[in-house]
């Protein structure tokens, strides 16, 4: 696994403190409610906080070519917290936008 990280050019203490920062906004996102959430609710944030430190670590590296992996971490730990009201947006707008166009053709 190492091995293939080395070939991203993402260093391992990138990955590492990125993966922590992910496990801290899940662990909070998932606890932080005063009514649990539901099981599919918390797997989604599972999945979602598991891809983002997978993934945005190398991004961060790659596009912004950034090293540092305490910034790494920030970046991952603000899309981990930042993604579901994102996607919340993005959906509404999206589902407005449907229900605007399909007034007039049906």
Known sequence: MEEILKRLGVPIESWIISMFAAVLIVIY?????EEPI???KTIRIVIMGLTSALLVPGLVVYWMKVENA???AVITGLS????EPILEKCKTYLITKIDK???GTN
């Open 80 to 83: 981990v917290y930042g993604f």
């Open 29 to 33: 996102r998932v606890f932080e409610p």
């Open 38 to 40: 539901s099981r599919r």
């Open 101 to 103: 166009q399909g007034n």
């Open 70 to 72: 305490c910034l790494a």
